[in-house]
């Protein structure tokens, strides 16, 4: 079964450092999506991405994040100037369709954490 | 505002026993509705959808949930649970039109004792 692949599984950064988190969709899907989640807390939306562009954010998702489809394969949610705050664990995800009536494949996560 | 509301934080059950899960939204208009599932140390596993139709949706490994929508609510059930369903289970909503992104439930997390 196909998988969505996030890289590196764990990653402790110093705060006000750049984090990169790299995953690599589902190879025929065109929809690719951040979440994020806070511990003890839900899965937020941070960005959905098609085309090349950002087709929708959050309030979350301020000029401190970015994402970028560097190369066709990797998708990358680069945080700059981490704070202790961003401390979470990062879902990628993939879908073939905009439409959520075909749900999501979602990677393993990022824990990110900020010291 | 749109949310989601997962009134079980944590559940312990022995193997055997009958598992409900809460789960309900706040939202105007039409949605769509998942449950996930996440395994320790593995990735959100789709567990059941409801788009139309039945409102009693049946998913992987012997879930099902039932949509009541005068309820707002969709709560996952399961005759009999194992030892193996001990995860972290997620509710999620979208609308069915305007935007791509879930919101989703705090989570509950389950404890089957063998």
């Known amino acids: 079964e196909p998988e969505v692949t996030q890289t590196p599984s764990h990653q402790v950064t110093q705060m006000g450092q750049e984090v990169i988190l790299r995953c690599v969709p589902i190879?025929?899907?065109?929809?690719f999506y951040w979440y994020r989640q806070i511990l003890g807390q839900k899965v937020e939306f941070l960005v959905s991405?098609?085309?090349?562009?950002?087709?929708?954010k959050s309030e979350i998702f301020d000029d401190q994040f970015s994402v970028e489809r560097p190369d066709g394969s990797n998708f990358t949610l680069k945080i700059r100037s981490t704070k202790l705050e961003d401390s979470a664990m990062y879902f990628c995800?993939?879908?073939?369709?905009?439409?959520?009536?075909?749900?999501?494949?979602f990677g393993s996560g990022t824990r990110l954490t900020v010291v | 505002a749109q949310s989601v509301s997962q009134h079980n934080h944590h559940v312990i059950l022995s193997e055997a026993a009958s598992l409900e899960l809460g789960c309900n939204y706040s939202?105007?208009?039409?949605?769509?509705l998942f449950w996930y599932v996440q395994y320790p140390g593995q990735h959100l596993q789709l567990l059941l959808k409801?788009?139309?139709?039945?409102?009693l949706v049946k998913g992987i490994k012997g879930f099902e949930a039932e949509f009541i929508k005068s309820k707002f609510s969709f709560n996952l059930r399961k005759p009999s649970v194992q030892w193996s369903d001990t995860a972290e289970y997620f509710c999620?909503?979208?609308?069915?039109?305007?935007?791509?992104?879930?919101?989703f439930g705090t989570g509950t997390r389950l404890k089957v004792l063998a």
């Open positions: 995800a993939s879908s073939r369709m905009g439409s959520t009536n075909y749900g999501y494949t």
């Open positions: 991405f098609y085309n090349n562009e950002i087709s929708e």
């Open positions: 999620a909503v979208t609308p069915t039109s305007g935007t791509y992104k879930y919101i």
């Open positions: 409801y788009f139309s139709g039945d409102p």
């Open positions: 190879s025929n899907h065109l929809y």
């Open positions: 939202y105007g208009g039409t949605v769509n």
